[in-house]
T-cell receptor, first 112, second 116 residues
Framework: DAGVTQSPTHLIKTRGQQVTLRCSPK?????VSWYQQALGQGPQFIFQ???????QRGNFPDRFSGHQFPNYSSELNVNALLLGDSALYLC???????????FGSGTQLSVL | AQKVTQAQTEISVVEKEDVTLDCVYE???????LFWYKQPPSGELVFLIR??????QNEISGRYSWNFQKSTSSFNFTITASQVVDSAVYFC?????????????FGTGTRLTIIP
């Protein structure tokens, strides 16, 4: 049973570019959440997708957008990258009524 | 607003010693959930425990135990007879109890190093 998988593992971009990160949830899970973890900090909630809709959003600018596909996989898009967007981006999946989140290993994004 | 404070940034103990990780939270909600997650060097967050605000019973799971005290808004985590494999960053997190509000608020984490 595969857990949460994220791709790519590492990514290097330059300021102003756009990036797309991908997440496949754990089998049977239909809810996907995205978190940003800056170095030395705890994860910060970006948004959550359920039934292909953004259900909840944290305090992130509109440069951060997402999508969920019919197979429940999800993408996180970040436009106009800033140096401060450098972080580990974590995807988590769950069932809609289950508080237990399963996390992937993350995508390490470096913005130069 | 919700807030989780983990005042201990880093802790180092010698193997087999007991260690307690502190967590203090702030919330105005009457129903909420508290969590502990472990983050090994590989990066993924591993779920350890969930406790709801109506259940103040302490819990023990093997070498792990948790002490939840609403009176002091604390949810502390103790590892007994620590092992090198316990070395990781540990996060305490808080979530509102309303259905559909899935956002977890994390603390800044405590880096635990077990010295062999």
């Amino acid at each position: 049973d595969a857990g949460v998988t994220q791709s790519p593992t590492h990514l290097i971009k330059t300021r102003g570019q756009q990036v797309t990160l991908r997440c496949s949830p754990k089998s049977g899970h239909d809810t996907v959440s995205w978190y940003q973890q800056a170095l030395g900090q705890g994860p910060q909630f970006i948004f959550q997708y359920y039934e292909e809709e953004e259900r909840q959003r944290g305090n992130f600018p509109d440069r951060f957008s997402g999508h969920q596909f019919p197979n429940y996989s999800s993408e996180l898009n970040v436009n106009a990258l800033l140096l401060g967007d450098s972080a580990l981006y974590l995807c988590a999946s769950s069932l809609p009524t289950n508080e237990k989140l399963f996390f992937g290993s993350g995508t390490q994004l470096s913005v130069l | 607003a919700q807030k989780v404070t983990q005042a201990q940034t880093e802790i180092s103990v010698v193997e087999k010693e007991d260690v307690t990780l502190d967590c203090v939270y702030e919330t105005r909600d009457t129903t909420y959930y508290l969590f502990w997650y472990k983050q090994p060097p590989s990066g993924e967050l591993v779920f350890l425990i969930r406790r709801n605000s109506f259940d103040e019973q302490n819990e023990i799971s093997g070498r792990y135990s948790w002490n939840f005290q609403k009176s002091t808004s604390s949810f502390n985590f103790t590892i007994t007879a620590s092992q090198v494999v316990d070395s990781a960053v540990y996060f305490c997190a808080l979530r509102n109890g309303l259905t559909g509000n899935e956002k977890l608020t994390f603390g800044t984490g405590t880096r635990l190093t077990i010295i062999p």
